[in-house]
């Protein structure tokens, strides 16, 4: 699922808004990715189909921390996405 540049400056102000939106490492900058991830739920050794939870990616450009952010949360309409 693609972000468009809108859908990702969503996210920032989010961010900005609601959390701590630099670094907590370094206290850079985050960029967010342009695509969301959804890891699979994994449960008594094996995979569940559709089981998995849409984040989005922000990676510091300074030091490189990564951190997922719920899309539900920071308000991505996953039917846009």
Request: charged share 20%.
């Amino acid at each position: 699922m693609a972000l468009s540049h809108q859908q990702k400056q969503q996210v920032i102000d989010y961010l900005q808004e609601n959390a701590r939106a630099e670094c907590p490492l370094c206290e850079g900058h985050f960029e967010i990715h342009d695509r969301l991830l959804m890891p699979q739920a994994f449960e008594h050794g094996e995979t569940e189909r559709g089981g998995g939870i849409p984040l989005v990616i922000g990676t510091c450009g300074n030091c490189g921390n990564t951190q997922f952010f719920s899309a539900e949360v920071v308000g991505i309409d996953l039917n846009e996405a």
